[in-house]
């Protein structure tokens, strides 16, 4: 994304509250306040697994196929299987018109989730098998990549393939030097830095880490604790996700 | 002590805990020990037993996912390729298995003078056994055996292979009681598929929709009672 062009808007007003001074962003949340989140499992029918993911104005569909045959042959593996990711932004997912090939930016975010996916999934399971997953930004308004490989995750577990931990992701940034949880597009285009963090919270691990700016090692530990809050909550909203595809079938069920 | 986290067969999620302490049997590939804590892998339902010997046995049936073949398993499979010596059969797995001549005649062949083709053909069905399999190589099936072979009559149903251990039922219950209520015959492969042979159409379509059924409410308890009733009143309005 291209850095903060024209005049700089208000990101960060000060408001008294209780006798302390608050900061509020220029969408009216906290400073360690997360967009509303939506998620959704199941939502191809074509697919093995899939999930839908919303962190406000960002929207991510993520589709898994596999484990299944690898091909072309020679790029399975003797021993386990591989995963295969592309993210990809829709022509339509941004303001101005992106291109549909893939650029480098997101052959690099591709890398980056298949090796935090790699982490987790249990490909030791499935030998000589390939584990596909596609992630289609459809609406774009910061932290992409978090929100993509949130979904990932829910679509691989909706698939059935084994992982240690589901994996959540979330950005925090620093805007006018206030560390913001969850930053959006426009916070990012005049953030002094942008930092994605994605983990497996129950397994306590760091899957992966971007740091696009400058913070200070006090900031850093505030940024990662921050950042540890936000994913908790995001996993706990994974869990219920995948947990209401099965108790929607029961009420349906329940009507006959 | 063990200290048992969840109630059995309730759904269990990745990376939920289940149990902690020692005394605890592990019988699934889909649950990973951290410590003295045991973690699911995988989205199942939870199965936790415990042993004469005061101990706790714990096992996960996956909700979702692939057909890894096993030894022994009944599979339904479509020939899809030809080869000098054997057939290539697609049997709804990453891994497609392997027919040899040895495993369908009893006489010896000759590739020069026969052809493989007059016996099984590509787009036929067959029902199999899977004779070995070790992850390192395409599984290998036979068609010799009672009621093995190449499938003539009936329909097949497709299903997600996760939800075959409850179209069984325990010790067959399941399937027995909808072969008793429909009279249809009904073989099921472990791979997802499943032969449905009728004596009309309408107990046919009874069963196709009673296998769905199972299929969408397969974490559901009291099902095979459910489903009874489904087939009884279906019959009852179709006036078969």
Known sequence: MGGGAGEKPVL????????????????????????????????????????????????????????????????????????????????????????????????????????????????????????????????????????????????????????????????VGKVDGVLVLDIDEIEDNYAEADMPVAMAPNLGKVLLLQLNGVLTHDEFVQAMELARKGIQTIYKLQKEALRRKYVEVVQEGGEQ | MARIHVQSRSIVLPGDIIAEGNDIVVESPFIERKGNQYYATITGLVNVQQLENGKYKISIIPLEGAYIPKPGDIVIGLVKDIGLTHWEVDIASPYKGILTIQEVLDRPFNPAVDSLKKYLDVGDYIVAKVVAFDRARDPLLTIKGKGLGRIVEGSIVEIKPSRIPRVIGKKGSMVNMLMNESGCEIVVGQNGRILVNCPNKDLEEIVVLSIKKIEAEAHTTGLTERVREFIRREKARRGV
């Not at chain 1, 509020?24 to 029918?45: C, F, K, N, T, W």
């Not at chain 1, 299987?81 to 690099?108: G, Q």
């Open chain 1, 12 to 171: 960060i007003r000060w408001e008294e509250r209780d006798g302390q001074k608050v900061a509020i962003r220029h969408d009216g949340r906290l400073a360690a306040q997360l967009r509303p989140i939506r998620m959704e499992v199941g939502v191809l029918s074509n697919a093995d697994g899939s999930a839908l993911v919303e962190y406000g104005g960002t929207r991510v569909l993520a589709a898994v196929y596999g484990p299944r045959e690898a091909h072309p042959r020679h790029m399975a593996l003797p021993d386990r299987a591989v995963i295969r990711c592309r993210y990809h932004m829709a022509p339509f997912s941004t303001a101005e018109r992106k291109t549909p090939a893939p650029t480098r930016r997101e052959v690099e975010l591709s890398k980056v989730i298949r090796e935090a996916l790699e982490a987790v999934v249990l490909t030791e399971l499935f030998p000589r098998t390939a584990i596909d997953v596609y992630m289609e930004v459809l609406q774009s308004d910061g932290g992409t990549r978090t929100a993509a490989i949130t979904a990932a995750s829910l679509a691989l577990a909706d698939a059935g393939i084994a992982m240690r931990d589901l994996v959540a992701g979330v950005a």
